[in-house]
Protein backbone atom coordinates (compact mmCIF):
# COMPACT_ATOMS: atom_id res chain seq x y z
CA UNK A 1 0.00 0.00 0.00
CA UNK A 2 1.55 3.21 -1.17
CA UNK A 3 1.56 6.41 1.38
CA UNK A 4 -1.21 9.02 1.52
CA UNK A 5 -2.86 11.63 3.32
CA UNK A 6 -6.09 11.86 4.85
CA UNK A 7 -7.66 14.99 5.18
CA UNK A 8 -10.74 15.56 6.77
CA UNK A 9 -13.50 17.85 4.92
CA UNK A 10 -16.15 20.18 7.09
CA UNK A 11 -18.56 20.73 4.06
CA UNK A 12 -20.17 19.12 1.07
CA UNK A 13 -18.57 21.99 -0.85
CA UNK A 14 -15.18 21.06 0.80
CA UNK A 15 -15.65 17.58 0.21
CA UNK A 16 -16.31 18.07 -3.85
CA UNK A 17 -14.06 20.22 -4.51
CA UNK A 18 -10.76 18.29 -2.33
CA UNK A 19 -12.08 15.33 -4.39
CA UNK A 20 -10.34 15.10 -7.79
CA UNK A 21 -11.09 11.79 -9.14
CA UNK A 22 -13.98 8.80 -8.48
CA UNK A 23 -12.35 5.69 -7.91
CA UNK A 24 -12.78 4.22 -11.08
CA UNK A 25 -11.79 7.29 -13.04
CA UNK A 26 -8.78 6.77 -10.64
CA UNK A 27 -8.05 3.61 -11.25
CA UNK A 28 -7.93 3.88 -15.45
CA UNK A 29 -6.58 7.22 -15.81
CA UNK A 30 -3.27 8.47 -15.06
CA UNK A 31 -3.30 12.12 -12.26
CA UNK A 32 -1.43 13.69 -15.21
CA UNK A 33 -3.80 12.82 -17.91
CA UNK A 34 -6.72 14.72 -15.26
CA UNK A 35 -4.65 17.55 -14.99
CA UNK A 36 -3.72 16.87 -11.47
CA UNK A 37 -0.34 16.43 -9.61
CA UNK A 38 -1.72 14.61 -7.12
CA UNK A 39 -5.07 12.13 -6.77
CA UNK A 40 -7.57 12.32 -4.20
CA UNK A 41 -10.95 10.28 -3.43
CA UNK A 42 -13.11 10.24 -1.12
CA UNK A 43 -13.45 7.91 1.97
CA UNK A 44 -17.12 7.11 3.55
CA UNK A 45 -16.75 4.01 5.90
CA UNK A 46 -13.50 2.73 3.94
CA UNK A 47 -14.06 -0.87 3.86
CA UNK A 48 -14.33 -1.62 -0.38
CA UNK A 49 -11.68 1.95 -0.50
CA UNK A 50 -9.15 -0.05 1.92
CA UNK A 51 -9.35 -3.13 0.19
CA UNK A 52 -8.84 -1.51 -2.75
CA UNK A 53 -5.36 0.34 -1.44
CA UNK A 54 -3.97 -3.21 -0.81
CA UNK A 55 -4.63 -4.83 -3.63
CA UNK A 56 -2.62 -2.23 -5.19
CA UNK A 57 -5.52 -1.33 -7.13
CA UNK A 58 -5.86 2.25 -6.22
CA UNK A 59 -2.84 4.48 -5.14
CA UNK A 60 -4.23 7.75 -4.45
CA UNK A 61 -2.03 10.94 -2.90
CA UNK A 62 -5.08 11.68 -0.59
CA UNK A 63 -8.59 10.17 0.97
CA UNK A 64 -10.72 12.93 1.54
CA UNK A 65 -13.19 11.65 4.75
CA UNK A 66 -16.97 12.57 4.96
CA UNK A 67 -16.96 11.88 8.55
CA UNK A 68 -17.39 15.28 10.20
CA UNK A 69 -19.66 16.80 7.77
CA UNK A 70 -22.78 17.47 9.25
CA UNK A 71 -26.11 15.73 8.12
CA UNK A 72 -24.66 12.77 5.86
CA UNK A 73 -25.08 10.61 9.07
CA UNK A 74 -28.93 11.40 9.32
CA UNK A 75 -32.16 9.76 8.88
CA UNK A 76 -34.91 12.28 8.03
CA UNK A 77 -38.49 12.13 7.68
CA UNK A 78 -39.99 14.33 4.89
CA UNK A 79 -43.04 14.92 3.16
CA UNK A 80 -42.12 13.01 0.58
CA UNK A 81 -40.73 9.79 2.34
CA UNK A 82 -37.55 9.46 4.16
CA UNK A 83 -34.07 11.05 3.41
CA UNK A 84 -30.95 8.79 4.56
CA UNK A 85 -27.87 10.31 4.55
CA UNK A 86 -25.02 8.21 2.76
CA UNK A 87 -22.46 8.08 5.70
CA UNK A 88 -25.52 6.33 7.92
CA UNK A 89 -24.03 2.85 8.66
CA UNK A 90 -25.17 -0.04 7.56
CA UNK A 91 -25.71 -1.38 11.04
CA UNK A 92 -27.93 2.24 12.05
CA UNK A 93 -30.23 1.41 9.02
CA UNK A 94 -31.16 -2.27 9.82
CA UNK A 95 -32.18 -1.06 13.37
CA UNK A 96 -33.70 2.13 12.48
CA UNK A 97 -37.65 2.00 13.50
CA UNK A 98 -38.86 3.78 10.55
CA UNK A 99 -37.01 1.95 8.41
CA UNK A 100 -38.02 -1.81 10.20
CA UNK A 101 -41.93 -0.50 9.77
CA UNK A 102 -42.28 1.20 6.29
CA UNK A 103 -39.09 -0.71 4.47
CA UNK A 104 -38.91 -4.11 5.57
CA UNK A 105 -37.04 -5.40 2.38
CA UNK A 106 -34.64 -3.02 2.72
CA UNK A 107 -34.11 -4.09 6.64
CA UNK A 108 -33.59 -7.75 5.78
CA UNK A 109 -31.40 -7.04 2.71
CA UNK A 110 -29.01 -4.68 5.09
CA UNK A 111 -29.03 -7.19 7.88
CA UNK A 112 -27.48 -9.63 6.03
CA UNK A 113 -24.99 -7.80 4.48
CA UNK A 114 -21.66 -9.24 5.49
CA UNK A 115 -20.80 -9.06 8.93
CA UNK A 116 -21.67 -7.83 12.33
CA UNK A 117 -18.35 -6.05 12.44
CA UNK A 118 -18.60 -4.82 8.98
CA UNK A 119 -21.94 -3.36 9.00
CA UNK A 120 -21.03 -0.87 12.45
CA UNK A 121 -18.32 0.52 9.66
CA UNK A 122 -19.61 0.48 6.05
CA UNK A 123 -21.88 3.28 5.73
CA UNK A 124 -25.00 3.10 2.63
CA UNK A 125 -23.03 5.47 0.49
CA UNK A 126 -19.86 3.28 -0.03
CA UNK A 127 -22.04 -0.02 -0.38
CA UNK A 128 -24.48 1.60 -3.46
CA UNK A 129 -20.24 2.63 -4.46
CA UNK A 130 -18.26 -0.54 -4.27
CA UNK A 131 -16.04 -1.57 -7.31
CA UNK A 132 -17.20 -5.12 -8.26
CA UNK A 133 -15.77 -8.12 -6.70
CA UNK A 134 -15.25 -10.28 -9.51
CA UNK A 135 -11.30 -11.90 -8.81
CA UNK A 136 -10.27 -11.06 -12.36
CA UNK A 137 -11.25 -7.55 -11.56
CA UNK A 138 -9.49 -8.01 -7.64
CA UNK A 139 -6.06 -8.98 -8.88
CA UNK A 140 -3.37 -6.81 -9.85
CA UNK A 141 -2.35 -9.89 -11.82
CA UNK A 142 -4.69 -9.29 -15.23
CA UNK A 143 -5.03 -5.94 -16.55
CA UNK A 144 -8.90 -7.28 -17.74
CA UNK A 145 -11.64 -4.81 -19.40
CA UNK A 146 -12.99 -2.72 -16.70
CA UNK A 147 -9.85 -1.74 -15.15
CA UNK A 148 -8.88 -0.69 -18.95
CA UNK A 149 -7.70 -3.90 -20.60
CA UNK A 150 -8.80 -5.44 -23.82
CA UNK A 151 -10.25 -8.83 -22.17
CA UNK A 152 -12.81 -10.38 -19.70
CA UNK A 153 -11.28 -12.82 -18.14
CA UNK A 154 -14.05 -14.56 -16.77
CA UNK A 155 -16.37 -15.13 -19.34
CA UNK A 156 -13.52 -17.96 -20.13
CA UNK A 157 -12.42 -18.83 -17.37
CA UNK A 158 -13.49 -18.91 -13.47
CA UNK A 159 -16.60 -17.75 -13.82
CA UNK A 160 -19.12 -19.64 -11.44
CA UNK A 161 -20.31 -16.71 -9.30
CA UNK A 162 -20.90 -13.85 -12.30
CA UNK A 163 -23.67 -12.65 -14.42
CA UNK A 164 -26.23 -14.51 -16.32
CA UNK A 165 -27.64 -11.43 -17.82
CA UNK A 166 -26.03 -8.64 -19.87
CA UNK A 167 -22.72 -10.47 -19.30
CA UNK A 168 -20.91 -9.55 -22.58
CA UNK A 169 -18.14 -8.28 -23.12
CA UNK A 170 -17.89 -8.44 -19.34
CA UNK A 171 -19.11 -10.34 -17.01
CA UNK A 172 -19.43 -8.48 -13.42
CA UNK A 173 -22.22 -8.90 -11.05
CA UNK A 174 -23.34 -5.47 -9.28
CA UNK A 175 -21.69 -5.71 -5.78
CA UNK A 176 -24.42 -4.24 -3.63
CA UNK A 177 -27.20 -6.69 -2.04
CA UNK A 178 -28.56 -3.03 -0.61
CA UNK A 179 -28.90 -2.26 -4.13
CA UNK A 180 -31.47 -4.43 -4.60
CA UNK A 181 -34.17 -3.68 -2.58
CA UNK A 182 -33.44 0.20 -3.01
CA UNK A 183 -34.14 -0.30 -6.91
CA UNK A 184 -37.29 -2.17 -6.13
CA UNK A 185 -38.60 0.33 -3.52
CA UNK A 186 -37.92 3.13 -5.93
CA UNK A 187 -35.30 4.62 -4.50
CA UNK A 188 -33.66 7.97 -5.96
CA UNK A 189 -29.85 9.61 -5.45
CA UNK A 190 -29.10 13.29 -4.87
CA UNK A 191 -25.91 14.35 -5.67
CA UNK A 192 -23.85 17.51 -4.86
CA UNK A 193 -21.00 19.07 -6.86
CA UNK A 194 -18.63 21.37 -5.87
CA UNK A 195 -20.74 24.34 -6.63
CA UNK A 196 -23.32 23.59 -5.01
CA UNK A 197 -25.52 22.03 -7.62
CA UNK A 198 -27.59 19.38 -7.52
CA UNK A 199 -28.91 16.46 -9.33
CA UNK A 200 -31.30 13.84 -8.47
CA UNK A 201 -32.11 10.64 -10.32
CA UNK A 202 -33.40 7.42 -9.64
CA UNK A 203 -30.90 5.21 -8.27
CA UNK A 204 -32.21 2.31 -11.17
CA UNK A 205 -30.92 5.25 -13.86
CA UNK A 206 -27.79 6.03 -11.79
CA UNK A 207 -26.19 2.88 -12.09
CA UNK A 208 -24.49 2.61 -15.87
CA UNK A 209 -24.88 -0.40 -17.64
CA UNK A 210 -21.86 -1.73 -19.72
CA UNK A 211 -23.42 0.21 -23.23
CA UNK A 212 -23.01 3.18 -21.60
CA UNK A 213 -19.26 2.35 -20.39
CA UNK A 214 -16.94 -0.64 -20.33
CA UNK A 215 -14.94 1.13 -16.80
CA UNK A 216 -17.97 2.07 -14.10
CA UNK A 217 -20.66 1.02 -12.51
CA UNK A 218 -22.38 4.34 -11.60
CA UNK A 219 -22.55 7.79 -12.73
CA UNK A 220 -20.83 9.44 -9.86
CA UNK A 221 -18.78 12.48 -11.34
CA UNK A 222 -15.64 13.79 -10.27
CA UNK A 223 -15.63 16.83 -7.38
CA UNK A 224 -19.18 14.98 -6.73
CA UNK A 225 -20.80 13.26 -3.57
CA UNK A 226 -23.41 11.09 -3.19
CA UNK A 227 -25.55 13.35 -0.76
CA UNK A 228 -28.96 11.50 0.16
CA UNK A 229 -30.75 8.37 -0.50
CA UNK A 230 -34.41 9.21 -1.07
CA UNK A 231 -36.98 6.46 -0.39
CA UNK A 232 -40.62 6.90 -1.47
CA UNK A 233 -43.85 6.98 0.44
CA UNK A 234 -45.34 3.65 -0.18
CA UNK A 235 -49.23 3.23 -1.32
CA UNK A 236 -51.50 1.77 2.43
CA UNK A 237 -51.69 -1.62 -0.18
CA UNK A 238 -47.81 -2.26 -0.68
CA UNK A 239 -45.81 -5.48 0.02
CA UNK A 240 -42.57 -6.19 -0.23
CA UNK A 241 -40.00 -9.09 0.08
CA UNK A 242 -35.73 -9.48 0.22
CA UNK A 243 -34.49 -12.57 -0.16
CA UNK A 244 -30.86 -13.86 -0.96
CA UNK A 245 -29.07 -17.08 -0.68
CA UNK A 246 -25.38 -17.00 -0.07
CA UNK A 247 -22.92 -19.92 0.56
CA UNK A 248 -23.54 -21.89 3.41
CA UNK A 249 -25.63 -18.63 5.02
CA UNK A 250 -21.94 -16.72 5.23
CA UNK A 251 -20.90 -13.36 5.53
CA UNK A 252 -19.47 -13.25 1.70
CA UNK A 253 -21.29 -11.80 -1.17
CA UNK A 254 -25.10 -13.32 -2.20
CA UNK A 255 -25.00 -15.85 -5.27
CA UNK A 256 -28.27 -14.49 -5.95
CA UNK A 257 -30.57 -12.18 -4.43
CA UNK A 258 -34.29 -10.98 -5.03
CA UNK A 259 -36.77 -7.57 -3.90
CA UNK A 260 -39.87 -7.82 -4.47
CA UNK A 261 -42.92 -4.78 -4.34
CA UNK A 262 -46.20 -4.85 -5.50
CA UNK A 263 -48.95 -2.35 -4.58
CA UNK A 264 -52.42 -4.73 -4.18
CA UNK A 265 -55.55 -2.91 -4.88
CA UNK A 266 -58.86 -3.51 -1.50
CA UNK A 267 -59.24 -6.46 -3.47
CA UNK A 268 -56.07 -7.87 -3.45
CA UNK A 269 -54.97 -8.06 -7.21
CA UNK A 270 -51.59 -6.68 -8.16
CA UNK A 271 -51.61 -2.87 -9.84
CA UNK A 272 -48.24 -2.74 -10.37
CA UNK A 273 -44.60 -4.99 -9.39
CA UNK A 274 -41.10 -4.38 -8.92
CA UNK A 275 -39.01 -7.60 -9.31
CA UNK A 276 -35.43 -7.20 -9.43
CA UNK A 277 -32.16 -9.13 -9.64
CA UNK A 278 -29.21 -8.71 -7.66
CA UNK A 279 -25.77 -10.64 -8.44
CA UNK A 280 -27.53 -11.32 -11.39
CA UNK A 281 -25.97 -8.27 -13.95
CA UNK A 282 -23.41 -5.97 -14.32
CA UNK A 283 -26.53 -3.35 -12.60
CA UNK A 284 -29.54 -4.70 -10.76
CA UNK A 285 -31.52 -6.49 -13.17
CA UNK A 286 -34.86 -5.66 -13.60
CA UNK A 287 -37.60 -8.50 -14.51
CA UNK A 288 -39.81 -6.91 -16.40
CA UNK A 289 -41.25 -10.17 -17.96
CA UNK A 290 -42.04 -11.44 -14.04
CA UNK A 291 -43.63 -8.24 -13.58
CA UNK A 292 -45.99 -8.69 -16.43
CA UNK A 293 -47.25 -11.67 -15.28
CA UNK A 294 -47.60 -10.43 -11.65
CA UNK A 295 -49.44 -7.09 -12.82
CA UNK A 296 -53.27 -7.05 -12.64
CA UNK A 297 -53.82 -10.50 -11.17
CA UNK A 298 -54.36 -12.30 -8.11
CA UNK A 299 -51.39 -13.49 -6.60
CA UNK A 300 -51.40 -17.32 -6.00
CA UNK A 301 -48.85 -20.07 -6.38
CA UNK A 302 -49.50 -20.58 -9.85
CA UNK A 303 -49.03 -17.03 -10.56
CA UNK A 304 -45.87 -16.88 -8.40
CA UNK A 305 -44.59 -19.93 -10.20
CA UNK A 306 -45.38 -18.57 -13.89
CA UNK A 307 -43.32 -14.96 -12.45
CA UNK A 308 -40.32 -16.78 -11.23
CA UNK A 309 -39.91 -18.58 -14.95
CA UNK A 310 -40.26 -15.12 -16.73
CA UNK A 311 -38.19 -13.48 -14.80
CA UNK A 312 -35.38 -15.78 -16.69
CA UNK A 313 -36.13 -14.50 -20.31
CA UNK A 314 -32.70 -13.07 -21.80
CA UNK A 315 -30.73 -15.16 -19.50
CA UNK A 316 -27.43 -16.43 -21.19
CA UNK A 317 -25.49 -18.14 -18.03
CA UNK A 318 -21.70 -18.87 -18.90
CA UNK A 319 -19.82 -22.24 -18.70
CA UNK A 320 -20.00 -22.22 -14.93
CA UNK A 321 -22.81 -20.63 -14.03
CA UNK A 322 -25.76 -22.42 -15.21
CA UNK A 323 -26.98 -22.83 -11.45
CA UNK A 324 -28.17 -19.53 -11.00
CA UNK A 325 -31.60 -20.25 -13.45
CA UNK A 326 -32.80 -22.68 -10.97
CA UNK A 327 -31.38 -20.75 -7.93
CA UNK A 328 -33.03 -17.14 -8.85
CA UNK A 329 -36.05 -18.79 -9.91
CA UNK A 330 -36.72 -20.38 -6.61
CA UNK A 331 -36.13 -17.00 -4.50
CA UNK A 332 -38.45 -15.21 -6.86
CA UNK A 333 -41.52 -17.96 -6.56
CA UNK A 334 -40.31 -17.46 -2.84
CA UNK A 335 -40.26 -13.28 -2.50
CA UNK A 336 -43.37 -13.07 -4.26
CA UNK A 337 -45.28 -15.04 -1.67
CA UNK A 338 -43.52 -13.60 0.97
CA UNK A 339 -44.47 -10.67 0.13
CA UNK A 340 -47.95 -11.18 0.14
CA UNK A 341 -48.02 -13.02 3.39
Same mark, same amino acid.
Given at each position: ?60 SKLVNLRDVPGLDAVAEEADGLRVGPMVTLASLAAHPLL ?57 GENQYHAIFNNMPCAIVHPSTTATALVALGATVELKNAA ?8 ? @?? %?????? &?????? *? #?? +????? $? ?20 ? @?? %?????? &?????? *? #?? +????? $? ?70
Amino acid at each position: MNRFALAGAKTIAEAATAASATVATAMTTPPERMGYADLSVVKAGGIDLLDLLKEGLLAPSKLVNLRDVPGLDAVAEEADGLRVGPMVTLASLAAHPLLQERYPALVDAVAGSASPQIRNVATLGGNLLQRPRCWYFRSHAFHCLRKGGGHCFAIQGENQYHAIFNNMPCAIVHPSTTATALVALGATVELKNAAGVTRRLMLE @DF %FVPLER &DLQREN *D #LA +PQEIL $TAIRLPNLPPGARMAHIKQGEK @DS %FDWPLA &DVAVLL *D #LD +PGGNC $TRASVFLGAAAPVPHRARAAEAVLTGRRIDEGVAVQAARAALQGATPLSKNGYKLLLFETLVHRAVLKAIV
